[in-house]
């Protein structure tokens, strides 16, 4: 039996955007971060309105959650819904090399 994550069975996609959580608007993963955590214990329709990639309006989709985050230590706010950040991929690249002391190199 495969369960399947509750943003999948919503109908949220990949490269879909947050823009609200339960009415709340959103303008990063720290905010959604922020407002996942405020609402542990929640139990009915967790509304998200997303845009989908390509669009300009967005949907509203609704995850259906018992419990949410209750005895999760520590709490995983995306994962438990079944969302995963995007990241882009950056190159390992020095901003700066603060000079003026020798670095600290143990033998």
Do not use: H
């Not at 949410?68 to 901003?95: N, S």
């Amino acid at each position: 039996m495969r369960l399947t994550p509750p943003a999948a069975e919503a109908g949220l996609s990949n490269g879909d955007e947050i823009v609200a959580i339960q009415g709340d608007e959103m303008r990063s993963w720290e905010d959604v971060n922020l407002k996942l955590v405020s609402i542990i214990g929640f139990s009915g329709e967790l509304d998200i309105d997303a845009r989908p990639e390509g669009a300009s309006d967005p949907q509203r989709f609704g995850l259906s959650v018992t419990d949410y985050l209750v005895r999760q230590d520590p709490p995983q706010p995306l994962q438990t819904l079944g969302i995963t950040p995007w990241q882009p991929e950056f190159p390992a690249i020095l901003g700066q090399v603060v000079s003026g002391r020798p670095p600290n190199r143990q033998a």
